[in-house]
């Protein structure tokens, strides 16, 4: 079985500043690792994901996240930290087995901006 | 396309009661999935529909059901409401052969008073 840990369960950052939110995952299989992010009130939106190939992904506003398969990580980040990106992040390993796919999803960091 | 649709939003209802939660798929998905989001437990999955067949389960009472359509529409009900039922349930929907990105609807509110 596969599994998630994601390390503080709050991030604040300053408006500009390095955004970093860290992802661990467990798996006997080489996995598919995704961030999605969820505003208040709402579902959860992909952010990016990694299934094979580059370990560097890019995904929408501006986050990118590094599949490092030696430290079993998968963290994100954000050069310059915006508002708008104030939101619940989750980070979610799938180990898919022939079609079927349900992934396991971390506890979520949610991200404060701060002025 | 359009997105995943869940009605209604929000529900209050009281404990013992039952409710039923639509979710409509994006066109031409077959799967869909639920979930349970509280504070204290995090996203939990509840089960998965793909073709009107139960593919997965997770770790939910027997109370908690669904059912899919041939249209790929989806319902879930949960029987003698509990307090602890209070949460935020989500659908997904996936489809195509591979690799199955799941797209969220906004989620259904039920508060159990």
């Known amino acids: 079985a596969q599994s998630v840990t994601q390390l503080g369960s709050h991030v604040s950052v300053s408006e500009g500043a390095l955004v970093l939110l860290r992802c661990n995952y467990s798996s006997s299989v080489p996995p598919y690792l995704f961030w999605y992010v969820q505003y208040p009130n709402q579902g959860l939106q992909l952010l990016l994901k990694y299934t094979t190939g580059a370990t560097l992904v890019k995904g929408i506003n501006g986050f990118e996240a590094e599949f490092k398969k030696s430290e079993t990580s998968f963290h994100l980040t954000k050069p310059s930290a915006h508002m708008s990106d104030a939101a619940e992040y989750f980070c979610?390993?799938?180990?898919?087995?022939?079609?079927?796919?349900?992934?396991?999803f971390g506890r979520g960091t949610s991200l404060i901006v701060h002025p | 396309k359009a997105g995943v649709t869940q009605t209604p939003r929000y529900l209050i209802k009281t404990r013992g009661q039952q409710v039923t939660l639509s979710c409509s798929p994006i066109s031409g998905h077959r799967s869909v999935s639920w979930y349970q989001q509280t504070p204290g437990q995090g996203l939990q999955f509840l089960f998965e529909?793909?073709?009107?067949?139960?593919?997965n389960k997770g770790n939910f009472p027997g109370r908690f059901s669904g059912r899919q359509f041939s249209n790929s529409r989806s319902e879930m009900n949960v029987s003698t409401l509990e307090l602890g039922d209070s949460a935020l349930y989500l659908c997904?929907?996936?489809?195509?052969?591979?690799?199955?990105?799941?797209?969220f609807g906004p989620g259904t509110r039920l508060t159990v008073l």
């Open positions: 529909y793909f073709s009107e067949t139960q593919r």
């Open positions: 979610a390993v799938s180990v898919p087995p022939g079609g079927s796919y349900i992934p396991t």
């Open positions: 997904a929907s996936s489809g195509g052969q591979g690799f199955h990105e799941q797209f």
